[in-house]
């Protein structure tokens, strides 16, 4: 009997990227070579229970044909990289429409930190308009990798740590998921933080006037009561996953493959117009959420005589007890949700990716929270400049060259033809295996990408003592510069590689 899963379209998923929500549910089903259809399980959602399974290396064909086999112990094909959640998505799962795809763009603009930097804008002395125009133009700009990004996801239904095997090899592709993994800590640092705000904004008047309890300690770079209510805030989180095992699972099984990038949410759009149609939509409702960010702090300089970037301390200003606790309430629910949902799973999945011998989910979750509180996020919220540029920048000089090096490969190497099967074997003549898993042209481009930036962004936190004029340059436009840079040295590695080949 078809899954009522199938019959119905879910509901839109919540953002991945610092939001709310819960996991969507959609089913697949995937055909063996020589048995009928199997439906997954029974909550609908897209991961396989049958242990041992591997995709055929066979010609690029649409996801929906492609057979899922039992391994075969004399089979030198029988390796698979990757588990069920990383299969592709069948033709009949792929339900998204334009509208879904735009809506899903209004729950990742809409959030704490979106406002937050909306207000850094203000701070860092824009005026209203000239924010905005910023944000629109900054977002028209992202549009035409995130389009050409989410093509393949639409057009073979494979989600981006599967993508990124193409270009860095079926092992080497564990580095740029590492490296989304370790900015998905990040967040979970700043959200615990925030959710820690809410915890101090609740608290007796008479505990923070304290001076001993709100004296900054040098070493910590931050109050031993704030610092508090931080760690009470990340033990609720670390509760919740520790044991609400089962509802993490179900999150789990969505939020594994769609909290990395673009590809995870375009491998369930219907057709490429509808992931570009729905995909347009975001610079208009980042701007919309950007005017509604600038005009309240703007509007906190006039009332308040300073500007109030921060949303939780600008309730804080406000008053009223039962409207500030319904505020707060709200705000720490959507955090908790947000940093499990988004920041959590994705890298504990990454980890266990890595080495399931060494991690399971719930170490791997674990060690992201504990890589929240090395962030120091109370030092990247400090201030406006901070934020933005040693946290925003900072972590897309990592960003910039993945995609670089992704799209340079997909459409100018690989001219948009992919080997599915292949992108899940591990078989040593496989075209994606390369040398030992690792494609040397993309590792020595990301590097050759990243370099460049480095001097500007150990000047901006304080390790050098200053640099040269054109390396802070580079850094304040580090993620054009490093997307471009290690675009450019791929397609020279590569064609190096091919010649060679061919001599």
């Not at 998204?96 to 002395?125: C, I, N």
């Not at 899940?424 to 494609?439: A, M």
Request: glycine residues 8%; aromatic residues 12%; positive net charge.
């Amino acid at each position: 009997m078809e899954s009522n899963c199938l019959r119905h379209r879910p509901n839109l998923p919540p953002p991945p990227f610092r939001s709310y929500g819960a996991a969507i549910t959609t089913a697949t089903r995937i055909r063996h070579s020589n048995s009928p259809p199997l439906k997954l399980n029974h909550r609908c959602f897209p991961s396989i229970a049958t242990p041992s399974l591997r995709l055929n290396p066979e010609p690029v064909r649409p996801a929906s044909s492609l057979a899922i086999v039992p391994k075969s112990a004399s089979d030198p094909d029988a390796a698979v990289a990757g588990g069920s959640d990383l299969a592709p998505v069948p033709a009949s799962a792929r339900i998204f429409t334009a509208w879904d795809m735009a809506s899903l763009w209004v729950s990742l603009v809409v959030g704490v930190p979106s406002y937050y930097l909306a207000g850094s804008l203000v701070d860092l002395g824009m005026a209203w308009w000239q924010g905005v125009a910023t944000v629109v133009l900054a977002n028209l700009i992202v549009l035409f990798p995130l389009v050409l990004t989410g093509v393949p996801g639409t057009r073979h239904g494979v989600p981006f740590p599967v993508l990124a095997r193409a270009a860095f090899g079926v092992r080497g592709a564990h580095v740029p998921t590492l490296l989304r993994a370790l900015v998905g800590c990040g967040w979970f640092g700043i959200e615990t933080w925030i959710g820690g705000e809410a915890i101090f904004l609740l608290l007796p008047s008479a505990l923070k006037q304290s001076a001993s309890a709100l004296s900054v300690v040098p070493w910590l770079g931050t109050s031993p009561l704030e610092f508090s209510c931080f760690l009470i805030f990340w033990l609720a989180q670390m509760g919740t996953i520790l044991r609400g095992m089962d509802g993490i699972r179900e999150l789990e099984n969505f939020w594994a493959t769609v909290a990395l990038n673009i590809p995870d949410f375009t491998r369930y759009a219907r057709s490429q117009k509808d992931q570009i149609l729905g995909q347009a939509g975001l610079p208009v409702f980042m701007g919309a959420f950007t005017f509604l960010g600038l005009a309240v702090t703007s509007a906190t300089e006039v009332i308040f005589g300073r500007v109030i970037s921060d949303p939780i301390q600008l309730l804080g200003q406000i008053g009223g007890l039962s409207t500030t606790i319904v505020a707060i309430f709200g705000i720490s629910l959507a955090t908790i949700t947000t940093n499990i949902a988004a920041n959590v799973v994705a890298p504990a999945n990454a980890l266990v990716n890595l080495s399931p011998s060494a991690f399971t989910f719930r170490s791997g979750a674990f060690l992201t929270a504990l890589l929240g509180i090395a962030f120091q996020p109370w030092r990247l919220l400090s201030s406006s400049e901070s934020f933005v540029y040693t946290w925003l920048i900072g972590y897309s000089a990592l960003m910039g060259p993945i995609g670089g090096i992704i799209l340079a490969d997909y459409y100018l190497v690989k001219r948009m033809e992919l080997n599915v099967g292949a992108l899940y074997s591990e078989n040593p003549r496989g075209p994606y295996y390369y040398k030992k898993g690792f494609n040397v042209a993309a590792m020595a481009a990301l590097v050759a990408g990243i370099l460049p930036i480095l001097p500007g962004f150990l000047d901006k936190v304080g390790i050098l003592a200053s640099t040269w004029e054109a390396f802070a340059a580079a850094y304040n436009n580090a993620w054009f510069v490093s997307f471009f840079v290690s675009g450019v040295v791929y397609l020279v590695l590569s064609s190096s590689q091919r010649r060679l080949k061919g001599a």
